[in-house]
């Protein structure tokens, strides 16, 4: 239990999540209370078929909490670069950034090339697009600082859950 709550403060400090203790909150209950967490956000869960308790994961409470917040974006697998900046664009790290995605905006690259392409762009900036890795055929993407993503990659294998990022 203490790899995970060091995992959810430690991606708090690198999102700058205000609310990073009720974030930790949310995955203790998923731990700890599964049915409950099934309850409390049930409108969010149906779409990923999750009906039982037993479907609730650690993991996918943390992926579920970056969303409510703005932080992750799932995008299907089938995508172009456009699909890309959007949800990268509706991220609060990348809002606060003001990119400029416009190099990228003429690029035809598609699926998880597209991918590797913006997050080829994020590291000119000191940033990284990182995937959660979900065991889907989705991708739940991030942007973080390059410096955060070792240690959060470190946390998230002591926990089980795996951080890719992506880049060529």
């Known amino acids: 239990m203490d790899d995970w709550q060091a995992l959810c403060m430690a991606l708090g400090q690198a999102l700058a999540l205000e609310d990073r203790e009720e974030l930790w909150g949310e995955v203790r209950q998923a731990i700890e209370q599964p049915a409950q967490y099934l309850d409390r956000f049930a409108d969010d869960l149906v779409n990923r078929g999750m009906d ?3 479907h609730v994961t650690p993991w996918l409470a943390l992926v579920e909490g970056l969303q409510r917040r703005r932080q ?8 172009n670069m456009d699909d890309a900046i959007w949800a990268l664009q509706q991220l609060q790290t990348v809002q606060l ?3 400029d995605w416009q190099a990228l905006a003429r690029s035809k690259a598609l699926n998880h090339e597209a991918l590797q392409e913006a997050g080829d762009y994020l ?7 990182v995937c959660f890795d979900i065991d889907s055929d989705s991708y739940p993407l991030s942007v973080l600082e390059t410096s955060a993503v070792a240690p959060l990659q470190a946390l998230a294998q002591r926990v089980g859950g795996k951080l890719v990022a ?3």
């Open 52 to 54: 039982e308790a037993e």
């Open 72 to 79: 992750n974006f799932e995008l299907d697998w089938k995508l």
């Open 97 to 99: 950034r003001g990119l």
């Open 123 to 129: 590291r000119s900036q000191n940033l990284d697009l």
């Open 166 to 168: 992506l880049h060529n």
